[in-house]
């Protein structure tokens, strides 16, 4: 059983930062690779970034390249996604997901991950 627990949303001023956590709970998850994604209001789930547990594959959207990073506490089983240079287009609801690695670490859709946490709310005002 795998169960994921977001927390770091908030309010920030264009321009800022913040850094959401997912805690993880499961047996290992070293064999996983871990995802985030999110949904403003009216729009599709979107993917963000994600990266292989062991780090050896990560990939993000070109919407946030080089402002937002994922990373990962193997001690606490928690992984980061820090955001930088905020704009107010990033505001959504943010979630993370994670997906047994099966062959392959590129999963970016939303339908390939089975297990997600509850969400956490940013908004970036301008």
Known sequence: QVQLVESGGGLVQAGGSLRLSCAAS???FS????GWFRQAPGKEREFVAARSWSGVWTNSAD???GRFTVS????KNTVYLQ????KPEDTAVYYCAAKLVVG???YTLPR????WGQGTQVTVSS
């Open 26 to 28: 499961a047996r290992t």
């Open 63 to 65: 919407s946030v390249k």
């Open 83 to 86: 955001m930088n240079s905020l």
């Open 72 to 75: 990962r506490d193997s001690a």
């Open 104 to 106: 392959r670490y590129e």
């Open 31 to 34: 064999y996983y690779v871990m």
């Open 112 to 115: 390939e991950y089975p297990y």
